[in-house]
């Protein structure tokens, strides 16, 4: 099992990061490649997982995608309180965590590989 953190802090990295994840999950497939991806936002990018943010970007279809191809969405509560943001309005299936920092820590101290669009 290969496994991979995506970091988005930035909202204009969003379409980067989901076709990291996108081409890591395909080549996955075509090689029989199990792959554990999670994608962390923090600061900025936690306001483009609310749920009519997405689907006005156009990029909720494909979040949902993935999430249903397994790759786990979180977002950084010290963010989310930050901006305002109430977890209510997420996308459903995105989960909070406490810190998107200190998640970022411990998914590299889980051995997973760390990528920055």
């Known amino acids: 099992m290969m496994k991979a953190v995506i970091h988005v802090d930035e909202s204009k990295k969003w379409d980067l990061a989901l076709t990291n994840a996108e081409n890591i999950m395909r080549y996955g497939e075509q090689t029989g490649t199990d792959f554990n991806i999670e994608i962390v936002a923090n600061s900025e990018a936690v306001k483009d997982l609310r ?54 820590i411990k998914k590299q101290h889980e051995g997973f590989a760390y990528i920055k669009p």
């Open 51 to 104: 749920e009519d943010e997405a689907r006005e970007a156009g990029r909720y279809d494909t979040v949902r995608d993935l999430a249903l191809d397994t790759v786990k969405f979180t977002a950084c509560r010290n963010a989310l309180a930050s901006a305002g943001i109430r977890e209510s309005t997420l996308i459903p299936f995105v989960e909070v965590v406490p810190s998107g920092a200190v998640e970022l």
